[in-house]
Each structure stands twice: as C-alpha cells, then as structure tokens.
C-alpha cells in the first residue's frame, strides 16, 4: 500500500525557537495533506488541509501564523511551528488520501516536546 | 451538523468475549463510514470500511442507516486487538479525504 513518511519522528526544542516537521508520500503523489495534532489516547484534531500549489487551508481556532504550512511539491507538504511555546508540545501527524478519496494513509507522527 | 460519537473512551474486556465499539454518526446525506485503528507506537491505519462489508481481522462493522450507526464488532476478542479505534466519516463521497473523526475508544483486551 501506499506510504507517508514524517521526519523527524521526534524533536526537543527551547521555547521560542520554530520547528520543522516533513511529510512526504513515498509511491504516490499527493495534491492534498492533511495535518492533525493528537493528544494521548484522544482524538485527532484537524489543524490544516495543505494544498499543492495554493494556500493551506486552516480549521477554526488554528493560528496560520503560528503553524506555517507549505506544499512544495506533490509528495511534499511541511509544517513549521514558530515560536513554539510548551503548549505546542503534542504528537503531530499527517495524512494523505487515496486516489478513490476516502482511505487516508497516515504518517508515523512527530512527537514535539517544547522546553 | 456533521458528527462522529463514539461514547465509550475506554473499552475493557477479557480474551475470547465478544466486543463491541459503538459509532453514531450524525450526517444529511449517505454516509461513508471507515474505522481506523492505532496500535501502540504504530502509526493509524484503516481497519475497514463500510462499502466493502468485509471482515478484516474478525471484525465486522454494519451501516445502520435508522439508527445512525456504524458499531464495530467481533465475537472473540483477543489481546492483539488492544489500541486505539477511531470511527470516521467521509462527508465528500469518493474525494477530499477530510474525514470527520470520532474522539476514539481505547479497547483493552485482558488476559
């Protein structure tokens, strides 16, 4: 089956610095991603739908300018948190779909740990 | 509005007892309904969906559209089936893929 891949699986960052995360569809072209924050043994909350070639799409009540998004190519979107506080501190993930639309295809997330 | 309710957070059962993760959907048209599942440190992937009425792992999940349902199943439970179960609807039949998650249901499964 088709494989996203997210880099880095985890990072440790001072608060204040911004943080890049990669989400790149390994054997098959993605136009559209979508990131989600997950909290432990909670649900996944949608933050953004990365388009290709056009702007990121934000759910209510996510800062665009705090999560900056860019989908650079169609196996490629990243999510940058700048300034992160410890409140960013969480397990992010991305998603990609299947041609047929409805299977999504996850990455193995990244773990952001904000001292 | 368009919902996904799974009212149970955790889910405990002992080996070999049936089981039973409940959905409720709240949604105008016809739905497509997906369960995905979350083993420890693996990351999410699809279990099964309601269009192909399979079983998957001894699972079976059954669209009841009068009750707005899509509860996941299996007779005999075993201990490789603790993780995560997300319930999901796809509001945009065969495209988007923004799927709307239900807030999961960890299944602990008890030797």
């Known amino acids: 089956g088709a494989v996203v891949s997210q880099h880095p699986s985890r990072v440790i960052c001072k608060s204040g610095t911004s943080v890049k995360i990669e989400c790149r569809s390994l054997?098959?072209?993605?136009?559209?991603m979508f990131w989600y924050r997950q909290f432990p043994k909670q649900s996944l909350m949608l933050m953004a739908t990365s388009n290709e070639g056009s702007k990121a799409t934000y759910e209510q009540g996510v800062e665009k300018d705090k999560f900056l998004i860019n989908h650079a190519s169609l196996t490629l979107s990243t999510l940058t948190v700048t300034s992160a506080h410890p409140e960013d501190s969480s397990f992010y993930i991305c998603?990609?779909?299947?041609?047929?639309?409805?299977?999504?295809?996850f990455g193995p997330g990244t773990r952001l740990t904000v001292l | 509005a368009q919902r996904v309710t799974q009212p149970e957070k955790l889910l405990s059962v002992f080996k070999g007892a049936p089981v039973e993760l409940k959905c409720n959907y709240s949604y105008s048209g016809s739905p497509e309904l997906f369960w995905y599942v979350q083993y420890s440190r693996q990351r999410l992937q699809l279990l099964l969906r309601h269009i192909s009425r399979e079983s998957i792992k001894g699972f079976t999940a059954d669209l009841n559209k009068g009750e707005t349902s899509f509860h996941l199943k299996k007779p005999f439970a075993q201990e490789e089936d603790s993780a995560m179960y997300y319930c999901?609807?796809?509001?945009?039949?065969?495209?988007?893929?923004?799927?709307?998650f239900g807030q999961g249901t960890e299944l602990s499964v008890k030797p």
């Open positions: 998603s990609a779909p299947s041609t047929s639309g409805g299977i999504l295809f």
């Open positions: 054997d098959f072209q993605a136009t559209t």
């Open positions: 999901a609807l796809n509001p945009l039949r065969n495209q988007g893929g923004k799927l709307i």
